[in-house]
């Protein structure tokens, strides 16, 4: 039976990913107990594994932008760690799945990107991210999977759709940007794939791209996650990003396209309003909406 080593297995993905495992010999070790920067901790815990799932990031996009220190700890995770799984994995044969970003992309074409799109990350976070792609790269060609998505969501952790359904208790409106397009990914969905993508032994190492079909932008999103949780999406208003900024710099397109992850045979994911429809019927997401507690719309 394939032993598998879930890192970062206390966040978001990380709990979905281990939900998915369930039944299975899994090792799931939050930040607490496995720190990717050390890396004897990460040799110790590599040890007796098959395949490494490596969700341990450092996701503070603005906080690495504000500050060379936060900017120095988000490269440490997101770059150095993950050459010490990398190493480790080479030393014991051990296949591993890293967690990536379309942060690593420049954002600015109208096509969705392709697996072989070229790097160029417009921000601290997205280049602390290619320095791990860079690091699996080189390391493990034959036995390392990149898989790279985008605008995550789920039921543990903060994220934006929990952000905007919370907001509709204290605001009667709420303005989100209307001009950066992306896929917005239910984390369950993405664990999915991940854990497939580990059993098929035979997909061909290298970059895979795992987000939702379809597109829309932050304004479409939240207009959705209102209607599909009983709220009036006319309280959401558009905006743009020169309206809203912020220290890092966001791609203005985060779609990616699919190619390889089709090629090789592995399930796509659903549209995103199908699984944003599903995963707001789970509790964690109907408790934020109390509808007494909703103010009405502005005139």
């Known amino acids: 039976m394939t032993r598998w080593l879930v890192t970062g297995g206390g966040g978001a993905l990380g709990r979905e990913v281990r939900a998915r495992l369930a039944g299975?010999?899994?090792?799931?070790?939050?930040?607490?107990?496995?720190?990717?920067?050390d890396p004897?901790?990460?040799?110790?815990?590599?040890?007796?594994?098959?395949?490494?799932?490596?969700?341990?990031?450092?996701?503070?996009?603005?906080?690495?932008?504000?500050?060379e220190a936060a900017a120095t700890a988000a490269t440490a995770v997101n770059g150095t760690g993950v050459r010490h799984l990398a190493l480790a994995c080479r030393r014991t044969g051990a296949r591993l799945l890293h967690v990536s970003s379309d942060y690593v992309l420049p954002g600015t074409g109208t096509e969705p990107s392709p697996e072989s799109a070229p790097t160029g990350p417009v921000n601290?976070?997205?280049?602390?991210?290619l320095a791990g792609e860079r690091a699996v790269a080189e390391l493990l060609p034959d036995t390392g999977y990149i898989v790279r998505t985008a605008w995550l969501?789920?039921?543990h952790g903060p994220n934006f759709v929990s952000t905007v359904l919370a907001l509709a208790a204290?605001?009667?409106?709420?303005?989100?940007v209307d001009d950066q397009y992306g896929q917005p990914t239910w984390t369950h969905d993405l664990a999915g794939l991940l854990v497939a993508l580990g059993r098929a032994g035979g997909a061909a190492p290298g970059v895979y791209h795992a987000t939702a079909a379809g597109r829309t932008t932050w304004y479409g999103l939240a207009?959705?996650?209102y209607e599909l949780s009983g709220l009036d999406p006319d309280r959401v208003r558009p905006t743009t990003s020169a309206a809203f900024a912020r220290p890092a710099r966001r791609p203005a397109s985060s779609v990616l396209g699919h190619?390889?992850?089709?090629?090789?045979?592995?399930?796509?994911?659903?549209?995103?309003?199908?699984?944003?429809?599903e995963a707001l019927r789970r509790p964690a997401f109907t408790a934020l909406v109390s509808r007494d507690a909703v103010p009405r719309p502005a005139p």
Not at 124 to 129: I, N, Q, T, V
């Open 24 to 37: 299975g010999r899994v090792t799931a070790l939050d930040r607490a107990r496995l720190d990717i920067t």
């Open 40 to 67: 004897r901790a990460v040799r110790a815990a590599v040890a007796g594994h098959d395949v490494v799932v490596n969700c341990a990031a450092w996701t503070d996009v603005d906080g690495a932008e504000r500050a």
């Open 124 to 129: 601290a976070y997205g280049r602390s991210k």
């Open 153 to 155: 969501y789920g039921e």
């Open 170 to 176: 204290r605001r009667d409106t709420v303005d989100v």
């Open 223 to 225: 207009r959705a996650a």
């Open 259 to 277: 190619a390889r992850r089709a090629a090789a045979g592995l399930p796509g994911l659903p549209h995103w309003r199908t699984s944003l429809a």
